[in-house]
């Protein structure tokens, strides 16, 4: 897995600052539990694999990401707090 670049981390924190949120890479479950992270830091927060996750939005059990841009391979970062309900919910 390739490291998020800082001068990103630093973009994606400017556009949630004015919401109060802020993102890590990678982000673990002693973390605060608001905010937001990506595909890796919600598997790592879960503990549940990629494909669970993606069964679960296709479900419509699990709200998708929120994409960071409009290419293919753009972020898309999960919110902890969905993923908190979700875990809650199952």
Not at 51 to 78: C, D, V, W, Y
């Amino acid at each position: 897995m390739s490291k998020i670049p800082p001068e990103v981390v630093t973009a994606i924190n400017t556009l949630l600052a004015p919401y109060g949120e802020t993102y890590t890479p990678g982000l673990a479950k002693t973390v605060a539990k608001s905010g937001y992270t990506n595909w890796s830091g919600a598997v790592k927060y879960t503990g549940l694999s990629k494909s669970t996750l993606q069964r679960a939005i296709r479900a419509g059990h699990l709200n998708p990401p929120h994409k960071m841009s409009e290419s293919m391979n753009g972020t898309a970062l999960f919110e902890i707090s969905e993923l908190d309900r979700f875990i809650q919910s199952h």
